[in-house]
Structure formats: C-alpha cells, structure tokens
C-alpha cells in the first residue's frame, strides 16, 4: 500500500488565508501519524483553478495515473481535490472499484463507510453550490460597476485614467489623440501608419486597442491583417 497527499493552491492570497501549500502539508503530515501512516510522496499543484477536474491538472493526473488497488489518498480539504460535485463522485467512484482509499481531512477523514459517503456527496454538492454562489456575486458586482463607469482592473485604458472612486476620467490631451487616431482610420490609414502619423504618441497594437473601444461597431472598417499592419 501506498500513501500519496495532495495540495493545491489556486493564487498567491491563499498563503495569507489560511490554505497556503504549508499548512495543508503540515495538516495532511499530522493526520497520517496519527493513522499510522507514512506519506510516501505528496503531489503539489501551484496556482491551478478548483474548477479545473483533477484529472486535467498537471500533478492531479500524474497522482491519478500511479494509483494502485489498495493505495490511499489523503488531501487536506474536499475542495482542494474538487470543485465539481460531478468530479467529485466520479473519481470517488473510481477509487471504490479500484479499491483505493479516499481520506479528507475536513470531512472527518476516511470517506468509506455508508454514513461517510453519504455525508461526502452532500459535502461535494454545498461545495460546488457555494462555488457558483460566488460566482454569481462576482459576476453581478463587476456587471454593476461597470455600468456605473467604474473601472474594473487591467490596463488603464489610453485616454483615461482612474479617479480615486474607481470611475474612468478623461484625459483631454490623450483624448484628442484618439479623436485624431478614429479620423486617420476613417480615411483608410493602415494601424501602423495611423501610429507614425500622431508622432509615435501610441503603437500600432495600442491603435488597434483605441479603434476596437472607441469606434462604433458602424464606423468600423474591415481590413485584411495585411493591410491592417
């Protein structure tokens, strides 16, 4: 038999909340001595999205790929394995006919027993709703931002710079640049005889990023990539 741990962190910011790739190590090296277990190799993914199935993640497939009849798996929490309840039961179900063990620690370890696989797949399936909540939350604030002309990260758009409660304010001499930058296309100028034109202020490849924000979808002119360089 074979122990194997696994840990993953999807950004930087969940080292300072309480997930980084240490604590889970630390967490999953306690509850196997005190199982009587030796970790024989812990499979780290960094910066990987929950949302990604284990099976298309770089370690997660190569911890799926050794796994034995008789092995176990042990990760720190259910949504460091997965996010997907339709993942979750799959690759669960997986490990029972293969015979392999699943142990998360913050559903109380060994997932094995009737009342542990059922607590288990009401677990997986808060999991991905919680998931989908925030989601939403997200989805719904940025919706709302931008409508109201705040700006929502990135690059400052040319022409604009952002104003202390996040709105987008113009900048008058950038802003006749742009003016001038939509009159050249209007005349058939290519990008980048547009971008020699108003003195080298943008390139060619800002040009573009002006004309496909300010020009109306009407005005717009097709080009071939040929003449549009």
Request: charged share 25%; no cysteine; aromatic share 6%.
């Amino acid at each position: 038999m074979a122990v194997y741990a696994y840990a993953r962190v999807s950004t930087d910011r969940q080292a300072d909340e309480g997930e980084s790739l240490g604590v889970q190590e630390r967490t999953i090296a306690g509850y196997a001595m005190m199982h009587g277990m030796t970790v024989h190799r812990t499979f780290i993914e960094r910066g990987v999205s929950g949302a990604k199935p284990i099976g298309q993640r770089a370690e997660g497939a190569k911890l799926l790929a050794i796994l034995q009849a008789g092995d176990v798996v042990i990760a720190a929490k259910l949504d460091r394995l997965f996010r997907s309840a339709l993942d979750a039961l799959e690759v669960h179900a997986q490990f029972i006919k293969r015979g392999i063990g699943l142990h998360l620690i913050d559903l109380g370890g060994d997932i094995a027993n009737g009342l542990s696989k059922l607590f288990y797949t009401i677990a997986v399936a808060f999991a991905e709703a919680e998931r989908d909540r925030i989601r939403e939350r997200v989805l719904g604030t940025k919706a709302d931002q931008k409508k109201r002309g705040r700006f929502l990260g990135g690059t400052t758009p040319f022409g604009w710079t952002v104003g202390g409660d996040g709105t987008l304010i113009e900048v008058p001499e950038q802003q006749a640049v742009v003016q001038e930058i939509i009159e050249l296309r209007r005349g058939g100028l290519s990008l980048r005889a547009i971008a020699v034109k108003v003195g080298g202020t943008v390139s060619h490849v800002t040009v573009r990023s002006i004309l496909s924000n300010a020009t109306p979808r009407s005005a717009a002119r097709e080009v071939t990539p040929e003449k549009a360089l």
